[in-house]
């Protein structure tokens, strides 16, 4: 067993979470990633490994991978009329569930859940944190509010950013669906007040951002509990 196995494994035997300890424990999954090999074999898990770690992910493949696919994601839903005008003179998308559940699904934490079991039970490692919903429902909550405005944006580095770009404009030509941020923010931080009064039982939103200054919102990391409610389905 590795150092990084056996402090994974100590950090989980404890059954305490607070964001120091979630934090460490997505830098070791991260590190057992790297040295066992497995960054594509399990690669929601490495995405929101790197997420958590960088304060601006942009450098990263996976990053530039997730905005290729929320932009295809955009470009496929032709509901997106569904919008107003931002005072700033942007678009922001208004209510339409099918959006929620297309970006929950992409880059929910229920497929994380899933990799994070299969991990931990290849390498040896205790699940029953993980496994146990009040425990998990902790962790994702903790997980949630640390990545809150640790944006998501193109690569910096010029080769890079232009072969981003090209990327994005072979998905689509229209400005207005090309996804050039995407970050998570608190129920209190949306503008307008409308998003707060229509999910006022969420906490953590999806804020994309396009190339052309349109912005695109909405709950994400819906629990069970609340699916089940008619709020929800507003």
């Known amino acids: 067993m590795s150092k990084n196995q056996d402090d994974l494994?100590?950090?989980i035997t404890r059954d305490f979470l607070n964001t120091p300890a979630?934090?460490?424990?997505?830098?070791?999954a991260r590190k057992l990633l790297e040295?066992?090999?497995?960054?594509?074999?399990?690669?929601?898990?490495?995405f929101y490994c790197c997420w958590t770690v960088h304060a601006n992910l942009s450098e990263d493949e996976s990053c530039q991978i997730i905005l290729l696919k929320l932009t295809e994601v955009l470009s496929h839903l032709v509901f997106l009329?569904?919008?107003?005008?931002?005072?700033?003179?942007g678009y922001i998308w208004n209510g339409d569930e099918a959006l929620n559940i297309e970006i929950n699904k992409f880059l929910g934490l229920d497929y994380l859940r899933k990799e994070i079991i299969d991990l931990f039970q290849q390498l040896n490692i205790p699940t029953e944190i993980i496994k146990n919903d009040g425990k998990w429902y902790q962790f994702c909550e903790i997980l949630c509010r640390h990545l809150v405005e640790q944006k998501i944006v193109p690569p910096f580095n010029n080769l890079k950013k232009r072969e981003f770009f090209s990327d994005i404009q072979q998905i689509t030509q229209l400005e207005k669906w090309q996804v050039i941020g995407f970050s998570l923010v608190y129920n209190d931080d949306l503008i307008p007040e409308l998003f707060r009064k229509l999910h006022e039982a969420y906490k953590i939103f999806f804020e994309m951002e396009t190339i052309s200054n349109e912005y695109f919102v909405g709950p994400f990391w819906i629990p069970e509990e609340l699916k089940?409610?008619?709020r929800s389905s507003t």
């Open 9 to 11: 494994r100590n950090l």
């Open 35 to 46: 040295e066992n090999k497995l960054k594509t074999t399990f690669k929601q898990l490495n």
């Open 81 to 89: 009329k569904k919008y107003r005008i931002a005072d700033d003179g």
């Open 228 to 230: 089940q409610s008619p």
């Open 22 to 28: 979630v934090v460490y424990m997505m830098v070791l």
